[in-house]
């Protein structure tokens, strides 16, 4: 059972933030109830991010959020007692902006968990570089797609060609791997 907050509390913005300056939280447990987590949602119900409950008691108060759930904690001032939530959803749609994993040095040696391209050989990321798949005096570009990590042997060897105009018996294609997204904020939708 969740009891929502709805309408005009009267408060906004500075002073629905200074209403916690004075209050007494009852809970149970070791923390504080106001730092607590809360989850937000998106009005179409979709995960956006994590907030501490005050900051959500905030958004409730002004009224851009509603709680949909409470973890049973209570906030009492001098002229109001409310439920602490731990889900509030917002009631207006806010587009989330996503943001894909930067393209550097280090992330595509990530991806590549380090590990030569060409040869398959694991080496620390002192002694590995980038390589160019489709090299730039050819027309390629520096996206995830065509940069993978390289040996400096297997760097030097390939040179300016493209790995299959080697005229070697061991030339191989690159293991192109996708990118890894990061994990945490699966809520956001990261894309690349």
Known sequence: MSARIEGD?????RHAANLFA????????????????VLVLNASYEPINVCAARRALVLVLKGVAMTEEENGHFLHAARIAMRVPSVIRLLEYRRIRTRGRALSRKNILLRDRNTCQYCATVLPSGELTLDHVVPRSRGGSSTWENLVACCHTCNRRKGNQFPLERHEADARAPRLQPPHQP??????????
């Open 9 to 13: 509390s009267g408060l906004t913005g």
């Open 22 to 37: 004075g209050t007494a939280v009852h809970h149970d447990g070791n923390g504080h109830a106001l730092h607590a987590p």
């Open 183 to 192: 994990a945490h904020h699966a809520a956001h939708g990261t894309q690349r």
